[in-house]
């Protein structure tokens, strides 16, 4: 495995892990979608679409946080697997369309 992809998977799931924990600033419990509304626990949202609203809340901070772990878990387990490592390069194919993305070699 390059390190420059293991290096660029850990900035994502950095970032990613900074803007969980600055959208969970007073934790309070789950976000939750009724109908057209997503409750983020200090402020209630209308107006989208359930199925959006779902998705929305999908996205809960602790839901994130936890799987930002599991990732980096993930990423571990194959640090020394000889490249190419398909789980290392399927964590990153969901940042293939961000800038830094390292050319596939």
Known sequence: MTDELVRFIE???NEEA????????DPCGKWSAHGDTVD???????????????????????????????KRRILARHAREPWPCPNVRDLASPYADH???????
């Not at 800038?99 to 070699?105: A, K, L, Q, V, Y």
């Open 11 to 13: 900035a994502r799931l």
């Open 18 to 25: 900074d803007l969980a924990r600055r959208c969970d600033a």
């Open 40 to 70: 983020f626990c200090q402020v209630d949202l209308s107006g989208f679409h359930p199925t959006i609203a779902l998705h929305v809340a999908l996205h809960d901070p602790a839901r994130i946080l936890r799987e930002i772990e599991a």
């Open 99 to 105: 800038p830094d993305f390292p050319d596939r070699r």
